[in-house]
């Protein structure tokens, strides 16, 4: 069984900086690709940015500049560096893991519980 743990939302000043930490766990053969993605309620689930294993990044053009993807692939963990943080950031944020846990598998999307990132006065 595979898990996604987020940790390091919370509440911080606009012009603040936090850190998005996931790491996956459980029976896993590789990770293609993993990345953040937000959501506000009713609204569709938003690309933030993805790393791919090779370490190939791609950035929701409302963040580049502002936030900096990055993995740990011996920890299957990846990073989300987000500065000069604003208030249209506020959002739940997901981890996103497209893995295999057999070599004969295909790749399949996973998904973390989602940490809240608020950003207020």
């Known amino acids: 069984q595979v898990q996604l743990v987020e940790s390091g939302g919370g509440l911080v000043q606009p012009g603040g900086s936090l850190r998005l930490s996931c790491a996956a766990s459980?029976?896993?053969?590789?990770?293609?690709?993993m990345g953040w993605y937000r959501q506000a309620p009713g609204e569709q689930r938003e690309l933030v940015a993805r790393?791919?294993?090779?370490?190939?990044?791609n950035y929701a053009d409302s963040v580049k500049g502002r936030f900096t993807i990055s993995r740990d692939n011996a920890k299957n963990t990846v990073y989300l560096q987000m500065n000069s943080l604003k208030p249209e950031d506020t959002f739940v944020y997901y981890c996103l893991a497209r893995l295999r846990i057999e070599i004969t598998d295909p790749y399949s999307d996973y998904w973390g519980q989602g940490t809240q990132v608020t950003v207020s006065p």
């Open positions: 459980g029976s896993i053969f590789s990770i293609y690709a």
């Open positions: 790393i791919t294993s090779a370490g190939r990044t």
